[in-house]
């Protein structure tokens, strides 16, 4: 019986799968998703490649127990109307027009009690840091894994986003413009992901993942500084110990001996670790 629905829209009324007992899984393509029955009380994923309207929100809305739902052509210049999802445990926006400024609406839109997963790919777009802030605290969830992709963010907007949810384990920044020397550094008034000091709080501290892919011009110590502290952190009350790292550098970035040497104590200790550079791994 069918399980998985993958339908372009044509734009034509289309009601043939409004009674199929094992659907639980949909695919959306085209313009414009306009009138199509589903059984949507027992959809659990829902992915939609349509333009992003108010059409699209509505079949979110209509689903009250989808958990994974992705929106993969965000473009458009229209206001989007709210819309709460009680079980949407995993979020995916997509964007394929950079000059279109949409992503605010979107955070503005949404409102995600029990959000766990959240992740954007992007086209060289700002990232809207009180926006997603506004968005974590309207819906008080709990973010474990953040995934953000070619979006444009500095280090203290970085380092903001990343206060309001203390929740997140799994960190992955993939050609993020940003500062991410600011982000490691250990000097007031910043929450730093590197702390030796009461007075300067660890950021995430329940981090156990951390991916960076793309250009990297971070100072090795302060690298080395932020591995070894977040592995050793486990020592700290209410601090998880970082358990995996990798990095993908497209720069022609050496490391140093010093660095290099850290790196391969904290492999031999346990952490795993990832470190290439223009596709040469170095461990």
Known sequence: MLQYLNLWDNGQPLNIFSIAPRLTTVRLEGEEPQEIALPTNQLTKLSVSCRLSNQCIK????????????????????????????????????????????????????TLPVAREL??????????????????????????SLSLSNLKLGGRQLINCLRVIPSLQKLSLRH?????????????????????????????????????????????????SFLRSRWEADALPGIARLESVKFNIYDNYIPDGFALDHLGYL????MKVEFVILGKRWL
């Open 119 to 144: 992740s954007i790919h992007a086209t060289g777009q700002y990232f809207p840091e009180f926006n997603f802030i506004s968005l974590v605290s309207r819906s008080s969830c709990s973010l474990q």
């Open 267 to 270: 492999l031999d200790e346990g």
């Open 176 to 224: 993020v413009l940003t500062d991410i020397d600011q982000v490691f550094r250990e000097s007031e008034p910043y929450y730093s992901l590197t702390s030796s000091s009461s007075s300067t709080p660890y950021l995430i501290p329940n981090l156990k993942s951390f991916e960076w892919i793309g250009h990297f011009y971070s100072d090795c110590t302060l690298l080395v």
């Open 59 to 110: 079949v979110l809305s209509s689903c009250p127990n989808v958990t994974h739902c992705a929106f993969l052509w965000l473009s458009d210049h229209r206001r989007l109307i709210p819309v709460c999802a009680p079980l949407l445990e995993s979020l995916e926006l997509g964007f394929v027009d950079e000059y279109v400024d949409i992503l605010g609406r979107v955070f503005d839109c949404f």
